[in-house]
Every structure is written in structure tokens, then in C-alpha cells.
């Protein structure tokens, strides 16, 4: 029905009864049930190291995402419905741990190129839960500060501990650990080291990451046990420890094996080290004392007697056991290391479903154009974009881990469209005054030739619920690069539409000088096709970016980790359309191999960021969503 057709009053003479409107707010998902199953690790397992968990989900509709949490906190995702999270186990205590499992279905996404007019449908969700046990030689491996700034005053600490009291080195280097730039020497079974990020010069370094490399240097050869919770006795009541000999270590252990092998039933964990100041002046908070249950006893003895078999077995074929120590380097920790940068954010998920009045002008109201957000559609799409506030507040919290601030972070009406159009000879805007910039939301590729100009474009629509207007930007509007702003990614589809579909304009927008880059921006991306809204990208996007150990060295530099983006947020060989979306990126040749750790002069390019004539050297690389890992 037509919104005309409806009669607002029981006053009218034409409607006998009250009238009473019905509208749908949201549909509840009706879907069958999500099941997850992991194939390789069972209850009981235990787990040592970087750890693979696998399995697949099966559900009635496409899986938006998996996600792995260790204890409730988030330490991997992927696409599913096929899954492998790898994470790293030696960041936890050894003991006792719950992994799960969650699964999310396509309730959780959004495409650009479809639409929902009645409402929206939340995602459903499966889970899976284990008991496992962590084993390692060394954990609880940590930094107290993830972004380290030694020039505000940050001192970083660095802790650990070993299963058996251990002579110890720490050193600090490099990410590749070629050259080390200082080390520190200890005995027992904790590590802690306090490093003002000097050299052994006194000089602060010049790499953005750095490697922490824990060397074990063989039993330790004198009395030196001191706990991390790992065996720690309890203090007395000034608060100072009672004992501090390898035997207090055997009467308080530190995990619940431990305390069950020694005929306890309770253990010692660790507290979190308390801020700067108050640590300074209180000291380290006590050990807390884990009660342990008749249940968990009985899975310990169990998960032990498998444990003891296993290594009869390996022994027997010429093995060690899984806590065997390898004189040598035994862990790295990886950091970012003085990185005053800075990130912003905005985007709109509050676009109206699809106006069949045409009350959102195109651009240029005397023109006789129009623009379209799809080729099956002369008006709109828009519609809502749920995942676009998850995306901008993740994608904050994980750049500011990665030494980036957050300058803005913008939602929905926050935003005008002179927050992203050239403002005047200094071309002043919003992301122009940050490092790195993200825009989220619709984007449009113009179906006719506006008038008055020579060439079709890309649009952003920008809309304001306030007062329900539309406001355009097209792509000759906006100009991004600054002396700041190096990289720029809009996660909006059709920013460069190519040749994939029949009505391609990035040719035409390159020919008339019309990409929204000048000679200051390195690089910039969006998608070259209709694109789904996808509320994991900015944990993909961030992991490859930072260079986590767990992606492979083609997904960290800029390009490639837009190209990990789109591989885990797009293709989907269920979905209906068999035309993969396909992403791009538009950069100057020098800075193909730019990463944001340590880039420097030998990516700069040599333009003249005022020379649109410069554009024509720009190069793309296009990224279809379903290319293989590199």
C-alpha cells in the first residue's frame, strides 16, 4: 500500500472506527537451530602453544561469522561455515581454561545491493563450549602496556612465567630480531622487567614494532623462586610473603593440577597489576586463593593418567613430554613502540528504505540525472546499515591498541557533507587532520551524466534524519591527502565501479581527474562492486594492519590488508549472485609496499599533491573476494 492510502483520524466521516496503524519494527529470527562442531580438540585436551581450534557450522542460512573466546575474551574470528582460530596459549595461566565457540548467522550482515522495507532480522547464534588445560614451559606471557609511549613517561613492563625456576634472559630487538637494543638477566620462575625504552646508549629507538624475546637459559643455579601466582605463597598479614623457597612453591601452587597432584583442593592465581601510581605505592595486590571442586578433581586425575600415557607413548617412540624445556629462545611478545599517530572514524547506518516519492533529490536539482545505488535499481537502495556503529567503536578501541589515537569518531547525523567535501584552497576536512581515516556506509555510482558535467562519478549520500534531506557529495567534491592523512578507506560499495558491471565509471572518473585523492594520500580503498556490511571488518582489518604473527607477511602491508578484508567479509559460494564483489585499491607506485609500521621516505610519493594531472599514474589492484590466501 501507498503511504496515501492510509486514513490518519477517527475524525474522518469516511472511517466509521478508530483506526489503528500497525508497523513492524523488528522480525525475530524463526530460523532452525545453529549447531557448532569442533573436530580436532575434545574436554579434557590439553593444549600447549599456538593452538588451531577447527570445525564447522551448519545452519539454514549463511554464517556471518565464528568467533573463538578463551574465558570470555575474544582471541580469533572467521568466516565460516568452515572454521580454524588459531591462537596463541601461552598468554594465559597454565591450568584450567573454557574455550567457546560462538557462531553468527546472516542475520548479522547487511548488503548495499538488497533491501528490507518491513524491518530488519537480528542474527540467531550456536555455540560450542570445552574445558581444555593449558601446558606450556612459559606463560602468562604479557605487556602492561599494549601501546608504549616512552615519551609521555611510559615505562613497560614486561612479565612471565616458567613452570620450573629457570636462569633467564629478556631481550629487547627489533620485530626481526637482528638487532637487540637491550637485555636483562634473571633466575626463578618469574619474569618481570621494567624498561624505560632506551637503548643501552640511553637513546630511544627508531623502529614503530619491537619484538620481546624470553631466552631460557637452563635450570636455575641458585635459591631465586619468586611466583607470579605460578606457585606464590600467600602473604602474611603485613602483607609481605611468608616463604619464598622452591618448597613454598610445592605447599601453594599455582594451577589446580599442581594443587590436586600435591593433595589440595585449593590453588593460587595472580591479580592484575594495579595502575602506575598505586602499584608504586601499595605493591603488588595478594594472590587470591581458587577453591577446587570435587568435579574438577576428578578431571584432572583423568586428564592426568591420559597425560602420563601419552608421554609412555612418546618416550617409548623417542620423544619428550610436552613440558620438556629446550635450552634457547622459548617466546616472543610483539608491541608497537612510540607511535604518536592518529585514526578517525564515521559513518551512517541510518539511511531510510527506499523512497518511491523521489523526495532525495540527485545531485545538482536542475539536472536532469540520476543516481542509483545498484543496477537493478533507479532509486535508492538505502535502508538501515546495523553493523556500521559496531564496526566504528571496534575499529577505535583496536587502532588506539596499535599506538593510533582516535581523533573523531562520527555516527549518523553527527556527519554533514562538508565533513567529507573540499572545503576551500586548503582543502580542510575532517580526515584530513588524521593518519588514518575510515568512512562506512552507502555509496553510489551514477546511472546518467549529470548535467553541466563532463563525466559520471560516485556519490556518498548523506542523510539527515532531523530534517529527512539528502544531501550528495560526489566523488570530484572530495579530496583526500593532507600532510597527515596518508591512507583512506571507504568500506562503501561502488566508490570505483569498473568494468565487473555494465554501467562502470571508474574509467571515466580517473580520465577527468575526478578520484577523490591528491599526491599526499599514499593510498586509498573502497569496493569496485555492491558490498555486504559486515560487523567483523574492523577486527580484520586492524589484525592484518598491525601485522599479527597469526597472518601470513602478504596480509600486512596496506593493500594486502584490504585484500584479507574482502576474502573474510564478501564471498560467500552460497550466495545467489555468482559474481564475486571484487575491492580496490588506487595508489602511487612508490607506495605499493606501504605498511603503517615503519613506513618511511622510500614511499613517499614524489608528486605534487596540486597537480591533478598527476593522477594519471595512479595504479589499482583489485581484490576479488574469493582469491585464495596468499
Known sequence: ????????????????????????????????????????????????????????????????????LVDGFLVAKAPGP???????????????????????????IESTDEVNELGDEGPSYGVTNLTVWFTNFIYNTRLRFEQ??????????????????????????????????????????RVEVHWDGTDTNGNYLNPQLLAYRFVDLGEATGESFSGDGGGAPPPGPDGSATESS??????????????VLAGLS??????????PPLEELLGPLPPLEIKISDEQKEKILAATAQESSAKAESA????????????????KLEGPYSVFATFGVAGQGHHPAIDLFSRYLPPYRWSGGRVRMTSQREFGPWGRLRSVRSIVDESSKLFSKMGYVPVFKKLDDDIGGDDIRRQGFNNTNWFNFVNIGLYIGHSSAGRDIEYGMAHRQSYVPVYNSVLDTMDWVGASEMEFGSPYLKWMAFYSCNLFRDYYRSDAIYGEMKSHFALPLNGYLHIMQAFATENSVHPDMGFYWTIALRGSPLTSLADRSVIGAWNYVCRRTQWNPQHPDPDPNVARSAYWPECGGDFIYGYGPQTEPDRDPSDPLEQADLLENDHPANSPDP
Do not use: C
Request: aromatic share 12%.
Open 246 to 259: 622452591e618448597s613454598a612453591a610445592k605447599l601453594y601452587p599455582g594451577s589446580a593440577k599442581e594443587a
Open 148 to 189: 608504549f609511549l616512552p615519551e609521555i613517561g611510559d615505562t613497560q613492563a614486561v612479565f612471565a612465567v616458567w613452570a620450573s625456576p629457570r636462569d633467564w634472559q629478556l631481550d629487547v630487538t627489533d620485530r626481526e630480531g637482528a638487532v637487540v637494543y637491550q637485555t636483562f638477566l634473571g633466575s626463578g620462575k
Open 316 to 331: 617409548d617412540a623417542g620423544g619428550g613430554g610436552v613440558m620438556e624445556a629446550a635450552q634457547g629462545e622459548a617466546f
Open 1 to 68: 500500500p501507498d503511504y496515501s492510502d492510509f486514513r490518519h483520524s477517527s475524525a474522518d466521516p469516511w472511517v466509521p472506527y478508530r483506526f489503528y496503524r500497525v508497523r513492524f519494527d523488528q522480525f525475530m529470527d524463526t530460523n532452525g537451530p545453529i549447531s557448532v562442531v569442533v573436530t580436532n580438540i575434545s574436554n579434557g585436551a590439553e593444549l600447549g602453544e599456538v593452538v588451531e581450534v577447527r570445525g564447522f557450522v551448519t545452519a539454514t542460512q549463511r554464517i556471518a561469522a565464528v568467533k573463538l
Open 266 to 275: 585449593s590453588y593460587f592465581v595472580p591479580q592484575p597489576p594495579l595502575p
Open 82 to 108: 568452515q572454521f580454524a582460530l588459531a591462537f596463541e596459549t601461552r598468554e594465559f595461566a597454565n591450568g584450567p581454561h573454557r574455550l567457546s565457540v560462538v557462531a553468527q548467522d546472516g542475520g548479522a
